[in-house]
């Protein structure tokens, strides 16, 4: 709801503060007084174009602030800005214009672009007027307006368009990926069958290295192994000669004390060197190694580390690779195999859609007749009994199915017997145009919207019975949100909760234009003027005290 409005050098309104209230308010003048001007002003502030004649002549700038108090809605869309309002804060929206050219916007006091400007000021209100081409003449919202009349169906329908359209991406997804690898079918099936020939092992490639390299240790010191062997245990070697030793001081190990003593240390040599003969034994039988083993390991070896270039990995990883690649051939066979159950997904999918889009289109259907009959009843105390209203629910190309069902939704209208029907824009007159669409928010009043609507001169060109049935209309549109109207209608300003007098004043030099609240007896006087022109009668005063009474 609009709380208050702050106006600083707006063409010609030099400095305005103006406060306003939940119900009916009514805005009046005499014709050139600048009503208009308030509500440029208020649109300057909701995003709309910056012109810089909107600057008061002599001013640097313009500038308008604009408070409200702000509904989840805007609070949401607000914090997925960036914006964090708190419960109860008040949302202040201010747009500067600059004389020279250019404009900033500021959502309580940090910059926010025109463009969310816009996007807020469309759901904090709505402006009807004459020439307005957005709201209920936009055919693009007129679905939303007619589901959220009907109250039913459209969750249903967007998850199972959700659902549609999942799995005909998982489907394409699969194709896609099955196309890609049937380029790859015949590489694959070589690699694979390369690969398992092989038969890779982990590990194999260090067991491999370590085994060529002892063998290959095993060649260098074969011819070594052999002369210290010749020199332990050949007929001249060490060992011989050690045991003849023995056998000479056995003779005469008791001739001398020192005798016995080397007897001993020989009888060691001789147990010692027994244990090196041992040793030399095992070292040659461990380094025993078949040449054609040692060829073939190396081959293994050549294989392996060629593979693995082969394939850009390491030798270690050619298994893990071949699992791979032999799993991504299964899924290739596998996949060709799961289309069918995919396509026979989209058609579920699709089917369940189309089920609950149509039960949409009947719930939609139902919805029109009963938005048409509210509207039609309302035309007639508007002076538009000839004219008929039609909610068209149309179906659409299967390609511009979506979320929101099957239906194209229309307003359409035909103002004279006989006449075509046709959009609201291009059908109605001005004067029928505004009444056309006070006829249709009344009947749609139940679905909400803008916490503040706004009518800018709804009741031009009629008067009477007619004023009076737009002024009871409006009336009882208020009761459910803020309205403020713009009204030449005397029928309509005693309608209000609330009267603001819009007035231009001039010193000779400088014209203004103010705006300020009437207290009861200057809106009976008000009313009056409206009733009876430049000159206000008794009888006009009268006349006005008793619409004021009656409404």
Known sequence: MLTALSIRDVVLIEALELEFGAGLGVLTGETGAGKSILLDALGLALGRRGDSALVRSGANQAVVTATFDAPDVVTALLADNGWDIDAGEPLIVRRIVKADGGSRGFINDQPASASLLREIGGMLVEIHGQHDDRGLLAAAGHRTLLDAYARGGTREVAAAHAAWRAAEEALATARDGIAAAQRDRD??????????????????????????????????????????????????????????????????????????????????????????????????????????????????????????????????????????????????????????????????????????????????????????????????????????????????????????????????????????????????????????????????????????????????????????????????????????????????????????????????TVTRTGVRPLDSDERREEIARMLSGATVTDEARAQAQRLLETA
Not at 345 to 365: F, K, N
Not at 366 to 384: C, I, N, Q, S
Not at 413 to 427: E, Q
């Open 187 to 508: 590489w694959l099936e070589h690699a694979v069958a390369e690969l398992s020939a092989l038969a890779p092992e982990a590990g194999e490639e260090e067991t491999l290295a370590e085994r060529r390299r002892t063998m290959q240790r095993a060649e260098k010191i074969a011819s070594d192994l052999d002369a210290v062997t010749e020199h332990l245990e050949g007929g001249a070697g060490a060992m011989t000669h050690l045991r003849q030793a023995a056998r000479v001081l056995e003779r005469i190990a008791g001739d001398h004390p020192a005798l016995a003593e080397a007897l001993a240390a020989v009888d060691r040599a001789v147990i010692e060197g027994a244990v090196a003969e041992e040793k030399l034994r095992d070292a040659a039988l461990a380094l025993m190694h078949d040449p054609r083993q040692l060829e073939e390991d190396e081959a293994r070896l050549f294989e392996l580390r060629a593979m693995a270039r082969k394939h850009r990995v390491q030798p270690d990883d050619l298994a893990a690779l071949e699992q791979e690649l032999r799993e991504r051939l299964e899924r290739l066979n596998a996949g060709e195999n799961g289309l069918a159950d995919l396509d026979a997904r989209v058609a579920a999918t699709r089917a369940a859609y189309r089920d609950a889009a149509q039960a949409l289109t009947a719930i939609r259907t139902e919805a029109a007749a009963r938005l048409d009959a509210a509207v039609a009843g309302e035309l007639a105390p508007l002076k538009l009994d000839a004219a008929r209203f039609r909610t068209v629910v149309a179906p659409l190309d299967e390609r511009d199915w979506s979320a929101a069902g099957q239906d194209r939704v229309e307003f359409e209208i035909a103002t004279n017997p006989g006449a075509p029907f046709g959009p609201l824009a291009k059908i109605a007159s001005g004067g029928e145009l505004s009444r056309f669409i006070l006829a249709l928010k009344v009947a749609l009043a139940e679905t909400g919207g803008a916490a503040t609507m706004i009518f800018d001169e709804i009741d031009r060109g009629v008067g009477g019975a007619v004023a009076s049935a737009i002024g009871e209309r409006l009336a009882r549109l208020a009761e459910a949100t803020q309205l403020l109207v713009v009204t030449h209608s005397p029928q309509v300003a005693a309608r209000g909760a609330a009267h603001l007098l819009i007035a231009k004043s001039s010193d000779g």
